[in-house]
Structure formats: structure tokens, C-alpha cells
């Protein structure tokens, strides 16, 4: 059993003096003090693709928050997606390197103990060039509420991997 047995990581993906593109990093920061710790790793980065892997590898289940854009043009809004139906957000999938997808399953080929349980959390931004320490107003205005749904989508996910854990040590008895 290793320390990362029967956790979850939350991977923030962003830059967090690119303006909104850091949304990801606060919200992970954020999630510190908001979810049971003991049951949570945190992880904030600005990478994407293959190099995912050795941070996901061994985990019980993953949550990775990273920014969106859309056609929706709606600042704030909350995409949820499971590597079922996931839609490419703007940092897991690396455009000098291969698809958030193709990481994951070349990663299983190579070995890696990659989670069943993936969540990706996608904050749609409108802007992507700006720098600023600090988030546009759309997003500062919303930032409470985004928080709030982010918080309570990370806790469903875990209940639904220690639901699972559960079983699977009953199972083995």
C-alpha cells in the first residue's frame, strides 16, 4: 500500500499570474481548507499531456480543474466531464504532445497505474492572454458560487470512490 492508496488528488491546472487562467490553482488552494485533508492530495501545475501521468499515477481517483472556452461565451460557468464524454479543455491536453485521452491510455500501456475515477472540473474563461495576478470582475463576482460548486462536486466524486473502496474491501473478506 502506497500514500497514495484509497486517495483522491486535486490537480489544478493553470497559471495563477495569467489572470482567469489561474482560477484552477485558487480553487485547489481553496480546497484545502474546504475538504477533509486527510482523504485529499493537492496538486497545482501549468502542464499538460504525458507529463500528467506521474503526478495521477497510483491514485484512487483524480479531479483535475482547468479552464474552458466555449461558444457559450458564459464567464463562470461550470463544465463537469468524465474521460467518457469529456471535450478538451485548454491546458490537459498538451499541443506540443498527445491528447488528455492518449495520455491516459498510453500511460496504462506503459504501466502506470492510472485512476478509473477521473473528474474534470472545466471553468469556462472568455480571455486566456491576459496577465494579472488578480481574476477579471466576471469571474470575481462569480468566484464564491463557482467555489461552492466546485467543493460540493469534489465531495460527491470522493463519496462515490469510498463508496467503491468499501465494496471492494468487503468484497475481499
Do not use: W
Not at 108 to 114: A, P, Q
Not at 143 to 158: D, P
Amino acid at each position: 500500500m502506497n500514500d497514495r492508496d484509497n486517495k483522491v488528488l486535486i490537480l489544478g491546472i493553470g497559471n495563477d499570474i495569467q489572470q482567469d487562467v489561474g482560477i484552477p490553482v485558487r480553487l485547489t488552494r481553496d480546497m484545502k481548507d474546504l475538504v477533509p485533508a486527510e482523504a485529499f492530495d493537492f496538486e497545482c501545475l501549468f502542464i499538460g499531456g504525458l507529463e500528467l501521468l506521474e503526478y495521477i499515477n497510483g491514485y484512487e481517483g483524480v479531479v483535475f480543474i482547468d479552464t474552458i472556452k466555449t461558444d457559450q461565451k458564459a464567464a463562470g460557468r461550470v463544465h463537469v466531464f468524465t474521460t467518457g464524454d469529456y471535450q478538451e479543455t485548454l491546458h490537459l491536453s498538451c499541443q506540443h504532445d498527445v491528447s488528455f485521452k492518449m495520455s491516459l491510455e498510453m500511460g496504462r500501456k506503459l504501466g502506470f497505474i492510472i485512476p478509473e475515477k477521473i473528474l474534470v472540473i472545466g471553468i469556462e474563461i472568455l480571455d486566456d492572454l491576459e496577465f494579472d495576478a488578480t481574476l477579471s470582475d466576471d469571474l470575481k463576482h462569480r468566484y464564491n458560487g463557482i467555489r461552492t460548486e466546485v467543493k460540493n462536486l469534489v465531495m460527491n466524486f470522493s463519496k462515490s470512490i469510498m463508496i467503491r473502496s468499501t465494496d471492494q474491501n468487503n468484497d475481499q473478506k
